[in-house]
């Protein structure tokens, strides 16, 4: 009877063992999001960590990160948030990587205490890049005149209705090195003990977490389930903390409201653009 009525109780609650509350950070990182396309971004994913981290008895955190990159503000405001709430709750962060956590997907993974990745994730890809299409010709084509009106001589930069110019090629440069440049201090600042000196280190390039491990990249090879019980015993459990659920019971990346024909129209022709973004961020990657 004794062993029936503890059944009962959720497994958070129960003394027999230590529970770690995970976290699935996966997709591309992006602001934005709908019901029907959920992305990755802290609007997402807040109310996860802060529940996650609010589970008193858990020594630690732990992260599952699966993400090709996206926006690196998210990325790092993602990467803020987690590090303020171990700090907060003093509580340990064990990030464990996927296929891939590369680029943006990487910076997440800083914030934890340790990385773990299998031998065949990807990791790295420590670069900024940005991607467009151009349709000048295409609007010769079908007899359509672009016309800009502007107050301010650099407000139509980089305009993808008009011809590429060199100067805006450059500024874009600029901006990319920059974050280039913050990119590369966070991996030093929690890293930097243990990476190896690799002149491609910061380069773009990825690897598998084999090699990741010989870069300094992550801290050991392995999976969440293993390593759990490895460090906390074979009764040690883990618990997905799952994304709030809305009125219906469907998960829900945000607030939104009821959407007319228009607007599901529009989102529709957005997707599909998404979509093909998505797949060429996962392409990168062989995935």
Same mark, same amino acid.
């Given at each position: 009877?004794? +062993?029936?009525?503890?059944?009962?109780?959720?497994?958070?609650?129960?003394?027999?063992?230590?529970?770690?509350?995970?976290?699935?950070?996966?997709?591309?990182?992006?602001?934005?999001?709908?019901?029907?396309?959920?992305?990755?971004?802290?609007?997402?994913?807040?109310?996860?960590?802060?529940?996650?981290?609010?589970?008193?008895?858990?020594?630690?955190?732990?992260?599952?990160?699966?993400?090709?990159?996206?926006? %690196?503000?998210?990325?790092?405001?993602?990467?803020?948030?987690?590090?303020?709430?171990?700090? +907060?709750?003093?509580?340990?962060?064990?990030?464990?990587?996927?296929?891939?956590?590369?680029?943006?997907?990487?910076?997440?993974?800083?914030?934890?205490?340790?990385?773990?990745?299998?031998?065949?994730?990807?990791?790295?890809?420590?670069?900024?890049?940005?991607?467009?299409?151009?349709?000048?010709?295409?609007?010769?084509?079908?007899?359509?005149?672009?016309?800009?009106?502007?107050?301010?001589?650099?407000?139509?930069?980089?305009?993808?209705?008009? %011809? +590429?110019?060199?100067?805006?090629?450059?500024?874009?440069?600029?901006?990319?090195?920059?974050?280039?440049?913050?990119?590369?201090?966070?991996?030093?600042?929690?890293?930097?003990?243990?990476?190896?000196?690799? %002149?491609?280190l910061f380069s773009g390039l990825f690897w598998t977490g084999?090699?990741?491990?010989?870069?300094?990249?992550?801290?050991?090879?392995?999976?969440?389930?293993?390593?759990?019980?490895?460090?906390?015993?074979?009764?040690?459990?883990?618990?997905?903390?799952?994304? %709030?659920?809305?009125?219906?019971?469907?998960?829900?990346?945000?607030?939104?409201?009821?959407?007319?024909?228009?607007?599901?129209?529009?989102?529709?022709?957005?997707?599909?653009?998404?979509?093909?973004?998505?797949?060429?961020?996962?392409?990168?990657?062989?995935?």
């Amino acid at each position: 009877m004794a +062993e029936f009525l503890k059944r009962l109780v959720p497994q958070r609650f129960r003394k027999d063992g230590v529970v770690i509350p995970v976290v699935r950070l996966h997709g591309p990182i992006m602001s934005g999001g709908s019901k029907f396309r959920p992305t990755l971004n802290l609007a997402s994913v807040a109310q996860q960590l802060d529940k996650a981290f609010a589970m008193k008895n858990s020594p630690a955190v732990a992260l599952s990160i699966n993400s090709p990159g996206g926006s %690196p503000v998210q990325s790092r405001m993602i990467f803020d948030r987690i590090r303020a709430l171990a700090e +907060e709750k003093k509580k340990r962060v064990l990030v464990f990587v996927e296929d891939v956590a590369a680029s943006g997907g990487y910076m997440i993974a800083l914030a934890g205490d340790e990385i773990i990745a299998d031998a065949t994730s990807i990791v790295g890809s420590i670069g900024v890049v940005s991607g467009g299409f151009g349709f000048p010709e295409l609007l010769k084509k079908i007899g359509v005149e672009r016309r800009v009106y502007t107050a301010g001589e650099n407000k139509v930069i980089l305009d993808p209705f008009q %011809p +590429e110019k060199q100067s805006d090629i450059d500024y874009l440069k600029t901006l990319q090195l920059e974050i280039h440049d913050i990119f590369i201090e966070m991996v030093k600042a929690r890293r930097g003990t243990v990476l190896a000196d690799d %002149p491609d280190l910061f380069s773009g390039l990825f690897w598998t977490g084999r090699k990741g491990l010989a870069l300094g990249l992550v801290d050991r090879l392995g999976n969440l389930r293993d390593e759990v019980r490895t460090r906390y015993g074979a009764d040690a459990r883990i618990e997905l903390i799952g994304a %709030p659920k809305g009125l219906f019971g469907r998960r829900t990346p945000g607030v939104g409201g009821l959407m007319g024909a228009d607007q599901i129209a529009a989102q529709a022709a957005a997707g599909l653009a998404e979509t093909l973004e998505e797949k060429a961020m996962w392409g990168r990657y062989g995935l």
